[in-house]
């Protein structure tokens, strides 16, 4: 952190509660880094010792569990932790997650994750995806003019016994010239803010692109995108206005509309993805929530990496 950024850290300090205070103490007092990532890990668990079964809050300590406070609900009589509900609850090793979140950052290979946290290589493949499950892949809202296209990549099916075509190499050709089968749609929708969201499609039709766009897209928004038919109906499903440019037709900009954003998205993706070596489409999604986690923005703290993981529960409150 640079000096400027500290002092505005510390400028705020006197904002914290007696409870934030406790919290905060504990964290920078923390003896060891194991005893720090247990003390950040805590940090999961409110002020207000929200319950993540049922919403309410109020609940009272019972003990520990495992290095971790552990409380019991007073409404439905549950008993929680910091990593209930999270995706890294039941994973073993907690003293070492810091470390992890800093390889996690860094954008280490499996191997080097394992070395530095001293960890066997199919550890530091499950605690990967176990964490990157819960960071934040689409934003809120995409707002004023939208960009919005799609790019695709080779279908992996590494690690899988039965298939039903010939293997192929790592980094291997599809059989067929052009769009096929063999290709997995990825859209990549941005406004002029910034603001990025990715996400891989069962088939680039206007269904699938509705599916992903309809919850963030704001409807004040302008669509533009480049001629694919798909766009059309998803924009009039939507309600909004929308914008073609037709680069088949060597049109580029027109004014302010472009979807220069989105192909240089495509580029940072597929660059990110090629240093990976060869991902297996069923974990394309998980190395997408990678991509946006350390490429867009600043690189994340392993701190930050760690909160991104546990702050965001699976367990829905029942209403």
Request: net charge positive.
């Amino acid at each position: 952190m640079d000096h400027e950024r500290f002092r505005d850290w510390l400028s705020r300090v006197d904002e914290l509660t007696a409870a934030q205070r406790k919290e905060v103490a504990s964290v920078l007092s923390a003896p060891s880094e194991g005893a720090a990532s247990l003390a950040a890990i805590e940090l999961g668990v409110d002020d207000e010792r929200r319950c993540p079964h049922c919403g309410a809050g109020g609940a009272v300590s019972r003990g520990k569990a495992r290095g971790l406070r552990r409380f019991r609900c007073k409404a439905c009589g549950k008993t929680f932790g910091a990593l209930t509900g999270t995706a890294l609850s039941g994973l073993h090793h907690k003293e070492r997650w810091l470390s992890f979140g800093a390889s996690l950052g860094a954008g280490e290979t499996i191997k080097e994750s394992a070395e530095r946290c001293a960890i066997a290589p199919s550890t530091a493949h499950r605690w990967r995806h176990r964490f990157l499950a819960a960071v934040k892949q689409v934003p809120d809202r995409l707002a004023g003019i939208v960009e919005a296209d799609e790019t695709f990549v080779l279908e992996s099916r590494k690690g899988e016994r039965k298939l039903d075509r010939k293997p192929r190499r790592r980094g291997g050709k599809a059989k067929k010239r052009g769009l096929s089968r063999e290709q997995v749609p990825i859209l990549v929708a941005a406004d002029r803010t910034g603001e990025t969201l990715s996400h891989t499609l069962p088939a680039l039709n206007a269904k699938s692109v509705k599916q992903v766009l309809e919850p963030v897209v704001a409807p004040d928004a302008l669509l533009v995108s480049d001629a694919n038919r798909c766009y059309p109906p998803v924009a009039a499903a939507l309600d909004i206005p929308h914008e073609r440019i037709n680069a088949s037709a060597g049109e580029r900009v027109r004014g302010a509309l472009h979807i220069q954003t989105v192909n240089s998205r495509h580029s940072q993706i597929k660059s990110f993805l090629r240093r990976r070596r060869g991902i297996a489409t069923k974990y394309l999604d998980s190395y997408l929530r990678w991509f946006h986690l350390i490429e867009l923005g600043d690189r994340p703290s392993p701190r930050a990496c760690l909160e991104a993981a546990i702050t965001k529960p699976c367990l829905q409150f029942a209403n």
